[in-house]
């Protein structure tokens, strides 16, 4: 009896268990000199290809929607350009008509030191993962309205009774709220709609500002809001301009800033440094927390994702905040980073080419030095 006991467990333990989700995934392989793509049958299947289809680089980026292609040969140029991970999501029409989201992920192959002359890498079919995250966050979108609208309506009502009393701070700082419920309905509108289309965010609104007086601003909301913080702005003078959507900026700056104090241990320093450089400034915000794994320091910035740390992963939202920040700084033609500090905590930056103003003021003060 035991030794037909041991030939079931056997028998059993031989049958493969079935790999959920494995026939979405295919691979593919790229010829840099030639642009000439190479799939596998499953490759085929996901994108509905015959077997008369052109195997060249421009055919797979015919497939992909024109409003997604400009972001997807970005990425792919940037990825050979620094020998980088690739990886982007991106809508698809197959030829049969059938719209589809993709995840494309791929890594530079050199069979020569130093020349890169192949990037491989794998396609996932993610269209049912990406409904469930559109009605997902529909129904976010439905949750967050309804207090919104509320708590609109009545700053508003405060603004207004108040508005003829002689003491004006009350109105100021409801004002100020006005303004954040203005830009989180906005946000809602562009990032939590149940539309699945990456160009669904608005225009950008231009205007000159000085980064110097933004950060100052922000900083002086953060202290009121973080009172167990000491934030602190590098350097407190000279005028620094950039051409941007103001309130974005500030969007951008104020997700950096409280990720610091949440990762922060209490009574510790965040220090915002303002770098200008000949063409762009930097924006940095150093914290003293427990830093981040800079080994996944740009998969920070990608959609939902969330760090594996228990501790962190506590604090953190459904991974967004990042992916906004990075899609504001790109439009403004910036970047984003993230690193561990010289001293220990975290650092996250981001850069905005500078105003042309900007630019000749800087060079006037030069100038004016070098008379002197």
């Known amino acids: 009896m035991n030794r037909e006991i041991r030939n079931m467990e056997s028998r059993t333990s031989v049958v493969p268990e079935p790999t959920i ?34 195997e060249r680089i421009d055919e797979l980026f015919g497939l992909v929607k024109p409003a997604q292609l400009s972001g997807l040969i970005h990425e792919f140029k940037v990825a050979c350009f620094n020998g980088t991970k690739f990886e982007k999501q ?37 269209t049912q993962k990406v409904n469930e995250e559109c009605l997902s966050m529909a129904i976010v979108n439905h949750e967050l309205r309804a207090p919104l609208t509320i708590i609109k309506l009545n700053t508003q009502f405060l603004i207004n009774h108040l508005g003829h009393s002689i003491n004006k701070q009350p109105v100021k700082l409801l004002t100020m709220v006005d303004q954040h419920i203005n830009g989180m309905t906005k946000l809602i509108d562009e990032y939590l709609s149940p539309s699945t289309s990456e160009d669904r965010a608005a225009q950008l609104n231009f205007s000159l500002f000085d980064v110097n007086d933004l950060v100052e601003t922000v900083l002086g909301e953060m202290r009121i809001l973080y009172p167990g913080h000491r934030f602190c702005k590098y350097p407190t003078t000279d005028s620094i301009l950039v051409r941007g959507d103001k309130y974005k900026i500030i969007q951008v700056l104020i997700n950096y800033i409280t990720n610091a104090a949440k990762f922060s241990p209490p009574c510790s320093h965040i ?21 981040i794994n800079e080994e996944n320091s740009q998969a920070l910035f990608q959609k939902f994702y969330q760090c594996n ?4 992963r506590q604090k953190n939202s459904k991974g967004l905040g990042l992916y906004i920040v990075k899609n504001i700084i790109q439009k403004h033609g910036g970047t984003v980073k993230a690193e561990n ?31 002197a």
């Open 21 to 54: 989700g494995a026939v979405y995934i295919g691979n593919w392989k790229i010829q840099l000199k030639s642009n000439k793509v190479s799939f596998c049958p499953r490759m085929r299947k996901i994108l509905e290809l015959s077997k008369g289809y052109d």
């Open 90 to 126: 991106v809508q698809i029409v197959t030829p049969c008509g059938n719209e589809k989201w993709i995840l494309l992920t791929g890594i530079l192959y050199s069979r020569r030191w130093g020349t890169a002359e192949q990037m491989i890498g794998t396609i996932e079919d993610v």
């Open 271 to 291: 220090n915002v440094n303002i770098d200008r450089k000949e063409n762009d400034v930097e924006v940095s915000v150093h914290d003293q927390g427990v830093g």
């Open 309 to 312: 740390q228990k501790s962190v």
């Open 341 to 371: 500090g010289k001293d220990g905590g975290a650092v996250f930056s981001f850069s905005l080419p500078l105003s042309q103003q900007s630019k000749f003021n800087t060079t006037g003060q030069e100038a004016v030095k070098l008379m």
